[in-house]
Structures are given as structure tokens and as C-alpha cells.
């Protein structure tokens, strides 16, 4: 009897190209197609929609968690428009080089568009177009490449996260809601911001150092 391969062996092998579609240079896989593709090769598999967290500084981020031959495995992402800006209840607007940007009140369309976002990107984290993400065009052990198919591209789907830069909104938003929340302690203020935001070390030491301020 053939050997069955560890779950992320067989799912990252998987070629997905022909199930995604671009959107302004960006790429996105068919959260209904990676869920079929899923079942099929793992009939096993669950998925959980968890809580749709809110907070006034940072905005809606969605959770789910997936459940493959007893692993499981969580995954999360910030509501966002169309320019990575995170959706909140009311509309905003911020500064740009452009002039002044409005951001639309996010709806129950833009958060359940992104929970099934947050599922295909749970999924990759089992190997289902995990090199998507990484940038890459096959995955491991393809030789034959499309010829219109460009080498890098940008994944909104991989992590949603933007630098984190002092002077900017952005940093803000981080100082107001640490400042708010300073009794929740490092460890779950850090892991509230490095889900949205790439955080440098000399900024980590910033915000440790705000929290511990008295």
C-alpha cells in the first residue's frame, strides 16, 4: 500500500494558477475552489468562523480556524478597501501625498469577503498555494512556466500587513490604541498590532516602552 504524504506535502505541490484572478496587480485565489480542492484531497477537513474582533483605532479583524487530520491551525485578517486602509464603523478620511483619502464605512459585504480571504489564507498555511504568497509563480518541483506568467506578484491574500512608520497615521492609530491599552499588557498589545502592521525592532522597543511607561 502506497504511503500517504504529510498534508502540506500534498497540498503545497498543488498548481493553483489557473484559479486565481489579479486585481490591480494583486492576486487572489478562489476561496471556493481552494475549499473544494481541499476536500477532495483531505475529506476530513473543517473550518471555523470565529469572532469578528473590532477596535476603534485599528478596525475589524476576522479569524478563522481550519482542521485538517487533527491539526489545527488559526489564521486572521484586517478588513481593508482598496488601498490596504483598514474599514472601521464610521467613514474616515486621512492625509496622503495625494490629498485627502476617504475611506468608506465598512459593511457586512466587506467583512465576509474577507473571512472567506482569511480562509484561503488559513488554508495556505496547510500548503494550498502557500508559494502564492511567498511570491512565487509554481510550486516546488514545476519546471514548465507559463509564458505570460510574471515571476513576482504582490499577494493581498498573503498577510494584509503594511510597515509600521512613525509620522504617519498609521503610527497614530498604534500609539492611541497602546495608550488605551496599556492594562492588557505586551504580549497580547504586541500580537494585536504585528497582525496588521510589519513592525521594526527600534519601533518594538518604542511601543514596549509606552506600554511600560507609567
Known amino acids: 500500500m502506497e504511503k500517504k504524504l504529510p498534508v502540506f506535502e500534498r497540498l503545497s505541490a498543488i498548481n493553483v494558477n489557473e484559479h486565481v484572478e ?21 475529506p476530513d477537513a473543517t473550518y471555523k468562523i470565529l469572532e469578528t474582533e473590532y477596535d476603534e483605532a485599528l478596525g475589524f479583524m476576522c479569524h478563522t480556524n481550519v482542521t485538517i487530520e487533527g491539526e489545527t491551525l488559526e489564521m486572521w485578517l484586517p478588513v481593508m478597501d482598496g488601498a490596504n486602509k483598514s474599514m472601521k464603523k464610521t467613514a474616515y478620511s486621512y492625509s496622503s501625498r495625494y490629498g485627502d483619502k476617504q475611506v468608506d464605512s465598512a459593511t457586512t459585504f466587506d467583512i465576509n469577503k474577507t473571512i472567506m480571504r482569511c480562509l484561503v489564507k488559513n488554508l495556505a498555511m496547510f500548503g494550498l498555494g502557500i508559494y502564492i504568497y511567498a511570491g512565487e509563480d509554481l510550486p516546488e518541483g514545476e519546471t514548465h512556466y507559463k509564458a505570460e506568467a510574471p515571476k513576482k506578484t504582490a499577494v493581498a491574500t498573503a498577510d494584509g500587513l503594511t510597515d509600521l512608520k512613525k509620522g504617519t497615521d498609521n503610527w497614530d492609530a498604534v500609539i492611541k490604541y497602546v495608550t488605551a491599552n496599556k492594562s492588557l499588557g505586551i504580549e497580547k498589545i504586541g500580537a494585536q498590532i504585528t497582525r496588521k502592521y510589519k513592525v521594526s525592532p527600534t519601533l518594538k522597543k518604542e511601543i514596549a516602552n509606552l506600554i511600560t511607561a507609567s
Open 22 to 42: 489579479k486585481k490591480s496587480n494583486l492576486t487572489y485565489l478562489s476561496w471556493a475552489w481552494a475549499w473544494s480542492k481541499t476536500k477532495t484531497e483531505c
